[in-house]
């Protein structure tokens, strides 16, 4: 079955920083992409961050440019995404999904329609 499971929330202060992982498992994880998305209450899932595992060819939502970075390990099956200089608007519940390597070659904001599976996901509290 294939799975995803993130991990690596917490609450911090406003310019801390957090690194989350995803691992996945039940695939060829080189052979797809890996997208972080997040949902604050009353708020729509929005796209964060995907990386392309063969290439590295990442994509990152303007808001997060400079302070977010993506990486993966494919022997461990892993995509992090370290988070620095957090800001109370990126109070969220982070989640890791899966899309075909496609998309994420595009570093383009591919939405949630074009991912098929998802984490649990993960909750992020910056305090200010």
């Known amino acids: 079955d294939v799975q995803l499971q993130a991990s690596g929330g917490g609450v911090v202060q406003a310019g801390g920083s957090l690194r989350l992982s995803c691992v996945g498992s039940?695939?060829?994880?080189?052979?797809?992409?890996i997208g972080w998305f997040r949902q604050a209450p009353g708020k729509e899932r929005e796209v964060v961050s995907s990386i392309s595992v063969s290439d590295a060819r990442t994509y990152y939502t303007e808001s997060v440019k400079g302070r977010f970075t993506i990486s993966s390990d494919s022997a461990k099956n892993t995509v992090y995404l370290q988070m620095n200089n957090l800001k109370p608007e990126d109070t969220a519940k982070y989640y890791c999904?899966?899309?075909?390597?496609?998309?994420?070659?595009?570093?383009?904001?591919?939405?949630?329609?074009?991912?098929?599976?998802w984490g649990q996901g993960t909750q992020v509290t910056v305090s200010s």
């Open positions: 999904a899966r899309t075909e390597a496609a998309w994420a070659r595009l570093q383009a904001g591919v939405t949630a329609a074009y991912y098929d599976y």
């Open positions: 039940g695939f060829t994880f080189a052979d797809y992409g």
